[in-house]
């Protein structure tokens, strides 16, 4: 008589619930488990989710045997495999060669693939085929280091919530038509791309991350937008081209997205928003926007310090303002402090801020004008966070006299000097 202690448990479970046991541990263990028993030997061909990475791989020295050993575990496993690939990341550093690329490329297409995940070595690219385009349910991609070319037949991908393209070649054009081709994008990240004016069209967006070397941003049907995190990388014919630029960028590229809950600006992205941006009416509000982020805002500018306070006059509900400011002064311009009695209103306030962070603090005049504006209309701010750069470390004793002089609209705020940058 089979006693529990004679019956494998395990093995009678359904297979449901072992392919969700499978899909946790790493792919080669799971294949492994072919050698348990005859019962187990075809059980880990079933799972839906194939992550192939480095360490899938014995150690080694020679990286040509290591890369084949790869390819050959890859190209078993795929062909082994029993029903339908819902997932299939390949995070490798090193390159399989084309053809072995484009047969697994192939074989997903026919796999109902939905998420799709490709960074090979950092020193090699390789050329998507056609058959990527023709993956009807497909809603998460993610390719590194790929030359991308739509076909001219290509319809869009209709499932698609969730695209990142990084260090990818692409025509401008092309790229365009294939965010707006994509009715149910919500996620969509786009890194180190040169040069690139680009047009966004995406009703259902939510997150937006945009890093590279863009001469022009313009969001356009993008009213769901939640999230955004922008890095600028500025060349000499960037900077002419914004030299050049006319309309108001600000307008063009935060005037569409009224539900923006939290907006990260990295390097130029104030520059940027300050060409064409003037002083006046504020004709969008941002009820939603709770965080903001600037990096390297200059205080010198003008037309930057209006971009700063355009964004939190038009926020009446932020909570958190975090601002780094340029290091380096050159100026040699006289400040019109005037300007913050006689342009901003006294009864201007900012009754939810509860949270700021200055850093890179150099002293200058508006960035003392701004710091006190702040105390001044903030009646429910919590802490005030100021982080000088090591650069000015002869003005650290009249700052902190300054800061501890100001009025404060918050009877409970506290004003932090810290000597070393955050």
Known sequence: MDTDLDRDLLSDLPQSIIESILVKVPL?????????????????AAITELVFSDTCLTSGHDKSIISCNLVNFITRCLF??????????LNTSFSPASPDLDQWLLFLSRKDIK??????????????????????????????????NPPPNFKGFLCLKHLSLQQVIIPPHDIEVLISSCPLLESLTLS????????????????LNLEGEFKDIRLENTPHLIGISVA?????????????????????????????????????FTKYLSIGNEQGNFPVTYQNLKFIELYQVSFEDMKELLVVLRLIVSSPNLEELQI?????TTTTDIYDLEFWERDWPADCTFGKLKIVHMTDFSGLPHEIAFIKFL??????????????????TDKVVKMLIDLLTFRRASPQATVKFIQEPL
């Open 80 to 89: 082994l495999h029993d029903g339908p690939i819902h997932k299939f990341e």
């Open 232 to 268: 600028m990388y500025m060349t000499d014919d960037i900077a002419e081209h914004f030299e050049q630029c006319s309309g108001c960028n600000f307008d063009k590229f935060l005037g569409g997205v009224p539900c923006l809950e939290r907006l990260i600006g990295h390097i130029y």
């Open 324 to 328: 780094s400011s340029s290091s380096i």
């Open 115 to 148: 998420e799709l995940i490709i960074d090979i070595g950092e020193d090699d690219w390789f050329r998507a085929p056609s058959c990527v385009f023709f993956c009807p349910k497909l809603t998460h991609l993610v390719l590194v280091r790929c030359e991308l």
């Open 28 to 44: 080669v263990d799971a294949v492994r488990t072919s050698i348990l028993s005859r019962k187990w030997r075809y059980k880990w």
């Open 375 to 392: 105390l001044g209309h903030s009646p429910v701010l919590e802490q005030m966070i100021v982080a000088p750069t090591i650069y000015v």
């Open 192 to 207: 180190y791309f040169d040069s690139l004016e680009l047009t966004i069209r995406a009703p259902n967006l939510k997150y």
